[in-house]
């Protein structure tokens, strides 16, 4: 293996929207200083209405052993619970997991968990730990309430089907996912009424949550969102006559973002690799800057340049769309829940020359319908990317997708996986 970087790195770092896949597997395949930090739905299975539907191949959970020590997942999703990761893996191998866990950061980054299923939540207190189990109760029941007050055509068993699949109980981040009800509906204005509902409340559960002695614990990801406002808060993605917007109400803890999970990720590869932990033995993405700009600093202060791996992040989730100003120019918002880390690792490869990749799987062939499909055209008698998930109009995105998989997560994990069997041959 090559060290600190494979040769064919910087050539794909160079490219935007490449298909040469076999390439990035033989990335994956040489690199021995190598850090993947991967998202899970979408990406390493498809995404669909019904969490508890989701399913992850048995060839891929063992293809991650390939990687042990250089390959992390960071997700919003839970390791743990009847909706955790840890449950899909079991039920996929049909067997204990054993030391096949899928290590890295869950909830946002502030739920960690070893390849031996060990488990902790870094930075995070008890009572915030208590605040959180209360919540799905409260999102059941304003669901009921906002039911009984619309007329919405359903029958009490389908209510209560769509309330069973749209409460997730994680215990570090409930969340509330609409992608059942805006099937069932079938009704966007009356979805977004629904919407709402679910918006106002996560803004009154914040506000309950300061008169508890809670100030500023928690915020309310959504997802997918269309980025942020100038407060710092997400912005909330209606639904129109085409698209679900955001399906995903997630209540979490502060500092539980993915970007600052990338510098708690290198933080502890670091330790592997060294001895050391840069930026402290306890540090967490709770303690992490809160601008990506400061994040870029700190590692730029804290990390040895001869140590830094070439970093690979994988992701699914990635909006842009267009909005027209009164002065008739256009703005766009960017968002969605994997482009933060993504551009951090981005960022971080070019600040220390180590021409990191950025991953994007095309997850809009799985059941939700709220992302926009890659457009690959034949040109030259070669398939090419002729449109990107962004808005047609947004030609100025700093973040660029060097590698892409329109064919999904399935044609992700092959990739994966062949650049697993050949890393073990080369070991």
């Known amino acids: 293996?090559?060290?600190?970087?494979?040769?064919?790195?910087?050539?794909?770092?160079?490219?935007?929207?490449?298909?040469?896949?076999?390439?990035?597997?033989q990335v994956l395949a040489n690199t021995?200083?190598?850090?993947?930090?991967?998202?899970l739905d979408g990406v390493c299975m498809g995404l669909v209405k019904d969490p508890l539907n989701r399913h992850i191949d048995p060839a891929y959970v063992e293809a991650v052993t390939a990687y042990d020590g250089h390959f992390f997942v960071l997700t919003n999703g839970e390791h743990i619970g009847k909706l955790g990761v840890n449950r899909i893996v079991a039920n996929s191998l049909g067997e204990e997991i054993g030391n096949r866990h899928l290590p890295g950061l869950a909830a946002g980054g502030i739920q960690w968990q070893d390849r031996c299923g060990q488990l902790t939540h870094p930075g995070v207190s008890e009572a915030e730990l208590t605040f959180l189990k209360s919540?799905?109760?409260?999102?059941?029941?304003?669901?009921?309430?906002?039911?009984?007050?619309?007329?919405?055509?359903?029958?009490?068993?389908?209510?209560?089907?769509?309330?069973?699949?749209?409460?997730?109980?994680?215990?570090?981040?409930p969340t509330v996912n609409l992608n059942?009800?805006?099937?069932?509906l079938n009704n966007p204005a009356l979805y977004r009424q629904l919407q709402g509902q679910m918006q106002s409340l996560t803004e009154a559960l914040l506000a309950d949550a300061r008169q508890q002695g809670l100030e500023d614990a928690f915020f309310v990801h959504y997802a997918p969102n269309l980025g942020q406002d100038d407060q710092g808060n997400e912005v909330i993605w209606w639904a129109n006559e085409t698209t679900s917007g955001t399906t995903d109400f997630q209540f979490m803890l502060r500092g539980a973002i993915k970007e600052a999970g990338v510098l708690a990720l290198l933080n502890r590869?670091?330790?592997?690799?060294?001895?050391?932990?840069?930026?402290?033995?306890?540090?967490?993405?709770r303690q992490a800057p809160r601008t990506m700009e400061d994040m870029l600093t700190l590692v730029k202060q804290d990390f040895d340049p001869a140590h830094m791996p070439l970093m690979i992040g994988v992701?699914?989730?990635?909006?842009s769309?267009?909005?027209?100003?009164?002065?008739?120019?256009?703005?766009?918002?960017?968002?969605?829940?994997?482009?933060?880390?993504?551009?951090?690792?981005?960022?971080?490869?070019?600040?220390f020359d180590r021409g990191n990749l950025v991953v994007y799987v095309d997850s809009s062939g799985g059941e939700l319908k709220n992302r926009r499909a890659l457009q690959v055209e034949t040109?030259?008698?070669?398939?090419?990317?002729?449109?990107?998930?962004?808005?047609?109009?947004?030609?100025?995105?700093?973040?660029?997708?060097?590698?892409?998989?329109?064919?999904?997560?399935?044609?992700?994990?092959?990739a994966f996986q062949a650049g697993a069997i050949a890393r073990q041959a080369t070991s």
Not at 180 to 184: G, L, N, S, V
Not at 383 to 411: A, K, R
């Open 315 to 319: 992701g699914d989730t990635v909006t």
């Open 321 to 351: 769309q267009a909005v027209a100003q009164e002065d008739g120019s256009v703005i766009f918002k960017r968002g969605g829940s994997d482009r933060n880390f993504l551009q951090l690792i981005q960022n971080i490869g070019q600040a």
């Open 135 to 173: 919540i799905p109760q409260c999102i059941e029941t304003a669901l009921r309430e906002f039911l009984e007050t619309v007329d919405h055509g359903l029958s009490p068993a389908t209510v209560t089907h769509c309330i069973n699949a749209s409460v997730l109980d994680n215990g570090a981040s």
């Open 180 to 184: 059942t009800f805006y099937e069932t």
């Open 32 to 39: 021995e200083n190598l850090l993947i930090i991967q998202d």
């Open 1 to 25: 293996m090559t060290n600190p970087r494979s040769e064919l790195a910087p050539q794909l770092h160079q490219q935007a929207f490449s298909l040469d896949h076999p390439a990035l597997s």
């Open 269 to 285: 590869y670091y330790f592997q690799k060294t001895g050391l932990h840069p930026l402290g033995i306890g540090f967490n993405a």
């Open 379 to 414: 040109q030259d008698g070669m398939p090419t990317v002729t449109q990107g998930p962004n808005d047609p109009q947004d030609n100025s995105d700093p973040l660029i997708l060097n590698i892409v998989f329109p064919g999904g997560h399935q044609q992700y994990c092959a």
